[in-house]
């Protein structure tokens, strides 16, 4: 028997066993850690700063959050979804419309899981800041969508101006953006993540 170069003898087929990282089963136990540290961390900043900031409709940390983990995991479709269920789930232990989130954060992931996989060639990092951006607009409108699908079609009222959800929505993209950009390449580093 020959001894290949990574240590396992080879069985006389001559083909190199792979690094197991290539055939990626599912999230590994870092990945998982690190989702929960971080909705956890989202969870936080969204009690503490949407009690400061609150125009009727507080803004919503916890996308930051997994927009950050599916940049630095780089997760299955599948896995995303996941992500955003929980995200979903983490909500609803804050005020507001029950169950929206669940629709909103799942759509949001996914836009994140399918922006993050898109080949950037930039010396400057726009990827963490242009893809949290949207993924948290596809997360805002879906939740309005959603929103006024359910309290408004066909009822006699008026409903609240979209104005007023549309600054908020597009306030918390920035911010959120901001916050991901500033955290993810610190983040990649401690992780040695590529």
Do not use: H, W
Not at 18 to 36: F, H, M, Q, W
Not at 69 to 92: H, K
């Amino acid at each position: 028997m020959k001894e290949r170069t990574d240590g396992i003898p080879d069985q006389g087929t001559g083909r190199r066993r792979e690094a197991a990282a290539a055939e990626k089963k599912g999230l590994g136990t870092t990945e998982i850690l690190l989702t929960g540290i971080l909705l956890a961390a989202g969870a936080v900043l969204k009690f503490f700063a949407g009690s400061v900031i609150n125009f009727g409709m507080k803004p919503n940390f916890i996308i930051a959050m997994y927009c950050l983990i599916i940049l630095l995991i780089r997760p299955r479709f599948t896995e995303a979804a996941v992500i955003g269920l929980l995200s979903g789930a983490v909500c609803q232990f804050f005020p507001g419309q029950p169950y929206i989130n669940f629709a909103s954060e799942l759509t949001g992931a996914l836009a994140m899981c399918l922006l993050a996989r898109i080949p950037v060639n930039t010396k400057i990092p726009l990827k963490p800041f242009a893809a949290t951006f949207l993924s948290t607009l596809v997360s805002g409108f879906t939740f309005i969508g959603v929103m006024y699908l359910i309290y408004y079609a066909g009822v006699r009222i008026k409903p609240t101006p979209l104005a007023v959800f549309l600054a908020i929505i597009f306030g918390t993209a920035a911010i959120n953006a901001l916050i991901v950009s500033v955290l993810c390449l610190p983040l990649k580093t401690a992780l040695k993540k590529d």
